[in-house]
């Protein structure tokens, strides 16, 4: 006996657009076509072929985290995951723990710290800064923090941490675990794992990487693996706890069913990023960035974050007085296919520099997109001068921004 009839649903061809949208927000970010190909592919979770995809999933993580040593270990999970993973295995109850916040994903780093246990103390950095290395250090010294949590590209305000280094080195000498949110900004500008005594680097699949959400990459220092290894409190999270997860990603043996699709894809798209090699892809997005920031400038539009403290992987755009930016998006999607990001609470909107955003022929489409929604929305630009910028920012030949 069945008394609940299905329900009647359109099927996704009905759903979903004839060309999908450019994704050109703050992620997730379009993916290259191997990517999607390894996306689409199941095998066993155990066994030989998975052995070998995992072992060069860790050798390219260590080449992307610039870390020989790091335990690279994979979750199940959004962006979100990797963080709770690095945060509830390295922070004991009652340690103390100063959390660098810059605004709303560094302030989720602040909440989960609490939630497990820690004594957080909440470092307010004034919107559209960033961090300053006095200012932590003064904190650092009025308190004895065993964790410090900052992260390097602030997506919410599209604020760059640019002193990530010498604040990591800091922390670093005064005995602190190191952990930094890096979902955004990883593999598209340096972060150097070893040299600058970082222990925990998050990040997640959707973003500077260009792969799918819900699988995500997090790597562990010795000196945290150490601290995990050593740690006396129970693990309350079963399917984050670090010492689980290394079963499956050191031992060949189970924890849960990997999610093996989405673990191939980001094998995919660690691959791309060591055949193109860090320094020409941190070149690419930083070619693409400025060339995009200039044109939207050239057009008549204003950026959100001085130029000392912005971030190049999502950039922050100021929406002309009595324009509506949701208005400028829903003619951006509806009219051009380009899809961007609002923000939360502000009158602005975002664009994403991250992995396969940053290429010649999508900075074209989305710039004119953009500067023609906005005059639709009844601003005055000139979306000439936009595009001519754009193009004379990214026409440099030492790089191949195709
Ligand atoms: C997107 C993002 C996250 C969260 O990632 P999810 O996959 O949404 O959980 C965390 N930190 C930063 C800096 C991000 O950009």
Redesign the pocket.
């Known amino acids: 006996m069945h008394s609940l009839p299905p329900p009647s649903v359109e099927s996704l061809d009905d759903i979903l657009p004839q060309e999908p949208l450019l994704m050109m927000g703050?992620?997730p970010v379009p993916i290259p076509h191997k990517v999607s190909y390894a996306n689409s592919i199941v095998i066993n979770h155990l066994g030989e072929t998975m052995n070998k995809v995992i072992e060069q999933v860790k050798a390219m993580g260590r080449y992307v985290f610039q870390s020989a040593s790091a335990q690279v270990l994979g979750v199940a999970g959004?962006?979100?995951?990797a963080?709770e993973m690095a945060i509830a295995n390295l922070t004991a109850p009652g340690e103390r723990v100063l959390s660098v916040c810059n605004g709303y994903?560094s302030r989720?780093m602040a909440e989960m710290a609490t939630r497990v246990g820690g004594q957080v103390t909440v470092l307010e950095v004034p919107n559209f800064e960033y961090a300053g290395v006095e200012r932590v250090e003064a904190a650092l010294k009025a308190g004895d923090y065993k964790v410090l949590t900052i992260?390097q590209?602030?997506?919410s305000n599209t604020v760059f941490n640019r002193d990530l280094q010498a604040i990591a080195q800091l922390a670093h000498e005064r005995g602190c675990v190191v952990i930094v949110?890096a979902?955004?900004t990883l593999s598209t500008m340096p972060l150097e794992m070893e040299a600058w005594n970082v222990d925990a680097v998050i990040t997640?699949g959707?973003?500077g990487l260009s792969s799918i959400?819900g699988v995500?990459l997090l790597a562990l220092s010795e000196k945290a693996w150490r601290k995990i290894e050593n740690r006396k409190h129970p693990m309350a999270h079963w399917c984050l706890d670090a010492l689980l997860a290394d079963n499956f990603w050191n031992k060949k043996s189970y924890h849960y069913t990997a999610p093996v699709s989405g673990v191939l894809a980001i094998h995919e798209a660690l691959r791309l990023v060591c055949d193109e090699t860090l320094p020409r892809r941190f070149e690419r997005h930083l070619v693409c960035s400025k060339a995009l920031q200039r044109g939207i400038e050239a057009m008549g539009l204003k950026l959100l974050v001085p130029e000392a403290a912005r971030l190049n992987s999502v950039i922050g755009i100021s929406i002309p007085q009595g324009v509506s930016a949701d208005a400028v998006r829903e003619h951006m999607s509806r009219v051009h296919r380009v899809e961007i990001s609002g923000s939360f609470g502000l009158e602005i909107v975002r664009i994403g520099q991250m992995g396969e955003q940053s290429r010649a022929h999508n900075l074209f489409r989305t710039l004119h997109a953009l500067g023609s929604s906005v005059q639709h929305a009844g601003a005055a630009l000139d979306l000439p001068a936009g595009i001519a910028e754009l193009e004379k920012g990214l026409a440099q030949e030492s790089v191949t921004v195709a």
Request: net charge neutral.
């Open positions: 703050a992620g959004p962006g979100s995951a963080m994903f989720r992260v590209g602030e997506t949110d979902v955004c997640g959707q973003k959400p995500s």
